[in-house]
């Protein structure tokens, strides 16, 4: 669903307020594991999927769902903003934005696909691949993933993001490495589920930054000990 961390809210028609629905399954739930009752949802597909933009439950067998097809786009760069497109772009390009944890300084990169022809239903888990170098010894890098169209309310509109602090790129079971300034480096950072629909005529955006405000613990970029 659209909450995080069992949080609800009267975001929807107030029929489908997630709250209820979701205490009426913990109780089943329980009620089954500690007192041995019958529950329905011993016979249910195990994946409850909350689509944002239909406002309707999807149930399916397995996670990600089998009807999804993967698609992949790429960040193809254009003035003033950049492109979200299925072919890749023609030339090696470098785009720089900039975080200076000295002023508050940030800026970012923007990429947004055409608009829609139809309805796109996005469905599972994304990844977004990054080539990146930096003046400093480490750095953050987000990848944001938005709605830059149509209605703004919680229940239409998305923000969901990765995130990765470059000196952990190598995952927990490597060691921590810092950057050599200026030498090109890989992420890979990792969405959380997604199930929202992209009406026609809208549009989808990322966008790339080294700061973010709320997000994680503010990096000197000098590589000193957390």
């Known amino acids: 669903g659209w909450w995080s961390h069992g949080q609800s809210g009267p975001y929807l028609d107030p029929v489908k307020v997630m709250q209820p629905y979701l205490r009426e399954r913990y109780d089943a739930y329980l009620a089954h594991a500690l007192k041995d009752e019958s529950s329905p949802l011993v016979d249910e597909p195990p994946v409850h999927v909350f689509a944002q933009g239909r406002n309707e439950w999807i149930t399916a067998p397995r996670w990600p769902l089998r009807e999804v097809t ?47 022809d139809a309805d796109l239903q996005l469905m599972g888990p994304i990844v977004v691949h990054l080539t990146l ?48 300034p200026g030498e090109p480096f ?3 950072l990792k969405f959380g589920p997604l199930g929202h629909r992209i009406k026609a005529g809208e549009r989808l955006g990322l ?14 970029q000098a590589g000193a000990p957390i």
Do not use: C
Request: neutral net charge; aromatic residues 8%; glycine residues 10%.
């Open 207 to 220: 966008w790339i930054t080294g700061a973010l405000p709320g997000g994680a613990v503010a990096n000197s």
């Open 133 to 180: 170098a930096s003046q400093a010894r480490d750095m953050d890098v987000y990848a944001v993933l938005f709605r830059p169209d149509g209605p703004t309310t919680p229940d239409a509109g998305f923000n969901l993001f990765g995130a990765m602090r470059a000196r952990y790129r190598g995952g927990e079971a490597v060691p921590v490495s810092l950057l050599n």
């Open 186 to 188: 890989k992420v890979k």
């Open 70 to 116: 993967p698609r992949t786009l790429h960040l193809v760069p254009g003035t003033p903003e950049g492109q979200l497109a299925s072919a890749a772009p023609t030339a090696n390009v470098s785009l720089t934005f900039r975080t200076d944890p000295a002023s508050a300084e940030h800026s970012g990169l923007a990429f947004y696909t055409e608009k829609l």
